[in-house]
């Protein structure tokens, strides 16, 4: 993890929101740089809430920051807990769908040109999800069955890291 992650990101407690998007059996993931060992880990879009946005507002934002789509927010699903010091995430996961757009690699721009870590968008089959390895998906996506058991998830969550 590199110093600008750090102290853009870490040693604070963040409130995330994250949209579980399925097409044609696949789910849209994010590729991240620079937030684990392997320089690669699989999310799904999302990001931070700002002061007085709401959950649903920073998820539309976030989606087309990352990925170039207009969204519809259509169901809370369940809350994460990441802690990996120096990260803190309270995360909520709810069910979108797509609006209008075209997918695209987005920015954050919380970040400087020189220090993006979006690599790549793009939607993952489940076939192809479930040989990925744990270390380069985001722990919600570990041990899934299938995708509608991550769309029939509820309730609160700190997974295993």
Partial sequence: ???????????????????????????????????????????????????????????????????????DVSEFLFVNEFIQPPLHAVELFFRVNILDGALMQGTDPELDAGNQIIKKVEFVTFQKLAVMGNEILHNALHSLESLESLLNMRGYFKFCQ
């Fill in 1 to 71: 993890m590199n110093d600008a992650i750090k102290s853009t990101y870490g040693n604070k407690v963040r409130v995330r929101v994250c949209g579980i998007c399925v097409k044609d059996d696949a789910l849209l993931l994010v590729n991240h740089g620079s937030l684990n060992d392997k320089d690669a880990l699989w999310i799904p879009p999302g990001g931070g809430i700002e002061p007085g946005e709401a959950a649903e507002v920073a998820l539309k934002r976030e989606f087309r920051e990352e990925t170039g789509l207009q969204i």
